[in-house]
């Protein structure tokens, strides 16, 4: 299986001054993909909680989220979305840095994804693969996306360098979980991975596997 999506824009980088970044509030920020991998998130909690407030905001003011803003002032996050979901369940009012890759001139929600479709910047199958579904699905906040447990596998594999990152690969991970979910795994799930790791990393190593970038052999 090979997750076909549409050709992607390229996002601007952030600016080169830390100054010029917005501080926004994670709860207000809306979702551009409708699924993430628990394992990584509670894993981000973990390292979040070994962290003091100075460390966190320089962390954040380092990683820095691509926002796309409508006329009305919603903002959509193009990225970001593992570590701010882990964050805003530890803290509501949690805020984080960002800056606007897009500045949309529509005051219409359905317009916005619209536009942010077009550019190839939405991720629409769920959490069991199945899609692509309408935009108009996509959660208003962090909180409702759904548990992929093939995105937390592949999450995992990268953790232990059987699979190489691509940065510039748009949904990179969510390219290896479709491919990994048309092969044959023991039962798994997000928070337990253990039972499909040893099949998963050999699947990832083999030559079945060398089309997909991040392959390693």
């Keep these: 299986m ?4 549409p050709p992607f824009e390229p996002l601007p980088p952030p600016p080169d001054s830390p100054g010029r970044l917005l501080q926004v509030a994670v709860a207000e920020l809306q979702p551009t993909q409708l699924c993430v991998g628990l394992a990584e998130i509670r894993q981000r909690q973990t390292d979040f909680a070994e962290e003091s407030s100075n460390q966190r905001k320089r962390y954040l003011s380092g990683k ?6 409508s006329g ?9 979305h593992h ?11 949690a805020t984080a840095f960002g800056y606007v890759a897009l500045q949309l001139e529509s005051r219409e929600r359905e317009q916005a994804l619209a536009e942010l479709l077009d550019r190839g910047w939405l991720y629409l199958q769920d959490g069991r693969g ?15 996306l759904e548990d992929d447990p093939y995105r937390s596998l592949v999450w995992k594999l990268k953790q232990e360098r059987v699979i190489a990152p691509a940065p510039l690969i748009p949904f990179h991970e969510f390219r290896w979980g479709a491919w990994l979910r048309s092969r ?6 997000s928070l337990r991975l253990e ?3 040893p099949a998963a990393r050999a699947l990832a190593r083999s030559r079945a ?8 052999g």
Excluded at 2 to 5: A, G, P, T
Excluded at 184 to 189: A, G, Q
Aim: no cysteine; glycine share 8%; charged share 20%.
């Design 2 to 5: 090979v997750l076909r999506l």
């Design 64 to 69: 820095p989220v691509p926002l796309v803003r």
């Design 72 to 80: 009305d002032g919603a903002l959509w996050m193009v990225d970001r």
């Design 83 to 93: 570590r701010l979901r882990a964050l805003l369940e530890l803290d509501a009012a």
């Design 130 to 144: 199945q899609g692509p579904h309408p935009p108009q699905r996509l959660p208003r906040t962090l909180l409702g």
């Design 184 to 189: 044959s795994l023991p039962p798994f799930s």
């Design 195 to 197: 039972p499909a790791l």
């Design 209 to 216: 596997a060398r089309g997909l970038a991040g392959w390693k």
